[in-house]
C-alpha cells in the first residue's frame, strides 16, 4: 500500500482525537464497527444513523467509510445474518466496501461536540456542560519509551484520556535523554543481555491526565511499551477545573437578548432540521427566556439539573408526560421538546470538518432523514 494514502485507521485516529473515547458512557459502544483499518480511504460519509437505507446509499456514492452517532450494535447480539435487519445492514456495508464507525456519547460530551452544535443553533454561545465529566483532579505524567517505540505508545496514551487540555488534545512535551539497566535473571529484555549494564538513547514524554484514568493508562502504556517494565513517574496535581471548558453532556448560555418562550420556540423550530414532529414547548407562553439549556438527544433525565442550574428553558429530546408535569409543577424552567434526530444531525456537519480539515479525502453527509415520525395530524374541525 501506498504510504500516502489515507486509511481507515487514519480517519479513526483523527475522530478519536476530536471525540476521546474514554468520554463515552460505560453502557455506549463506540469506535469502528466493521471494516479493514488498513483499507484506503478516498470517501467519507457522514449520518446520524446507519439505516438499510443510509448503508445503501453510502455505497450507492463510492463511500469508503461512513460515520454515524447513533451505534448499529449497541446491545449485544448473536447474530449479523444477511436476514436480520441489522445483519443486512452490515452485510450491504462490507459488500460495498464500506467501513462503519460511530462517535456517540463521546461526540456528546467532548468540545466541541454534538451538544456545542445544538446551543450554537438555538442561539447561545456553548458554556459549561450541564453535567461536567472533567475530573477535579489531574495527573502529570513522564514516561520514558525508545525512540522507535515514541509514536505507538503516545497514540495508546491518547486513546486513553492522556494529553487533553481545554479545547487541545494529544498535547505532550519530550526531549531525548539516555536510560540504562541491568536485567537480571529471569528477566526478558526487549533490548539488551540478561546480566549486562545496558545504556541507550531514549525519549522522555510528559503529559496531562485525569487522575481518574490513571488505572486504565497505566494498562495502556504497558500494552503498548516495548519494555517488560516501562519506566514512568505519576505526579498528583493541585484540583483544578474550568467548567467553561469542561467535557460532559449538555450546555448552558445565554440569549444575546431576551425573547419569550413562544418567540423562542419559534427560533429554535427555525434552526433546526425540519420534521413530521416539529417543535413544541411546555410553558407560559409569555415567559421571558435568558438563560438557556439544552442537550441532545434523550435529556429527561437532566430536568432537575437544568432547574438547579437556574435555566429559564430547557431544550431536549423525547420528553415523556409525566416527568415534565412534575418537573413544571416543582417550578422548573420551561422545556422544548424536539425530534431526537433534529437535535442531533446538524452534528454530521461538524464531523465532517473535523475529517476534511485532518485528511486529504472527500466528505459528504447523508441527507437521508432518519427520524423514525413521518405524519403529524391536528383536528381539522369538520373541514374537508
Not at 55 to 73: F, K, Y
Request: aromatic share 6%.
Amino acid at each position: 500500500m501506498n504510504s500516502s494514502q489515507t486509511t481507515v485507521a487514519d480517519i479513526r485516529q483523527i475522530l478519536e482525537a476530536a471525540y476521546p473515547p474514554y468520554l463515552a458512557e460505560k453502557w455506549d459502544a463506540v469506535g469502528l464497527i466493521c471494516g479493514d483499518p488498513q483499507a484506503e480511504v478516498r470517501k467519507v460519509a457522514f449520518a446520524l444513523d446507519c439505516t438499510q437505507g443510509v448503508a445503501e446509499r453510502a455505497v450507492e456514492m463510492g463511500a469508503d467509510m461512513l460515520v454515524i452517532h447513533h451505534p448499529l450494535l449497541m446491545r449485544g447480539v448473536n447474530t449479523v445474518a444477511a436476514d436480520t435487519p441489522k445483519g443486512k445492514v452490515i452485510h450491504t456495508l462490507i459488500r460495498g466496501g464500506v467501513a462503519l464507525f460511530a462517535a456517540h456519547t463521546n461526540a456528546d460530551s467532548a468540545r466541541p461536540g454534538v451538544n456545542d452544535k445544538l446551543a450554537e443553533l438555538v442561539g447561545i454561545k456553548p458554556g459549561r456542560p450541564i453535567v461536567p465529566k472533567d475530573p477535579k483532579v489531574m495527573d502529570k505524567w513522564g514516561v520514558h519509551v525508545p525512540a522507535d517505540a515514541l509514536p505507538q505508545v503516545k497514540q495508546a496514551l491518547f486513546t486513553a484520556g492522556a494529553g487533553a487540555i481545554g479545547d487541545y488534545t494529544e498535547c505532550a512535551f519530550q526531549w531525548e535523554g539516555e536510560g540504562q539497566f541491568t536485567p537480571r535473571e529471569g528477566a526478558d529484555p526487549h533490548t539488551g543481555v540478561v546480566g549486562q549494564p545496558y545504556s541507550s538513547a531514549e525519549m522522555r514524554v510528559e503529559f496531562v491526565a485525569p487522575s481518574s484514568r490513571r488505572a486504565e493508562i497505566i494498562d495502556k502504556l504497558r500494552s503498548a511499551h516495548p519494555y517488560e517494565e516501562p519506566a514512568f513517574d505519576v505526579v498528583e496535581m493541585a484540583p483544578t477545573a474550568d467548567l467553561d471548558t469542561a467535557f460532559g453532556l449538555g450546555r448552558i448560555g445565554e440569549l444575546d437578548e431576551p425573547m419569550n418562550l413562544k418567540e423562542f420556540t419559534q427560533q429554535v423550530a427555525n434552526a433546526l432540521p425540519e420534521t413530521a414532529w416539529g417543535v413544541r414547548a411546555a410553558g407560559d407562553p409569555e415567559r421571558m427566556i435568558k438563560r438557556v439549556a439544552v442537550s441532545s438527544g434523550s435529556g429527561d433525565s437532566f430536568l432537575d439539573n437544568a432547574r438547579a442550574l437556574g435555566a429559564d428553558v430547557y431544550v431536549t429530546s423525547d420528553l415523556r408526560h409525566h416527568p415534565v408535569d412534575e418537573h413544571l409543577r416543582a417550578g422548573g424552567p420551561a422545556v422544548i421538546d424536539t425530534a431526537h434526530w433534529a437535535s442531533e444531525f446538524p452534528w454530521t456537519q461538524q464531523a465532517s470538518e473535523v475529517v476534511a480539515a485532518g485528511a486529504n479525502v472527500e466528505c459528504e453527509i447523508i441527507s437521508i432523514r432518519t427520524d423514525p415520525w413521518t405524519i403529524s395530524a391536528h383536528p381539522d374541525n369538520g373541514r374537508g
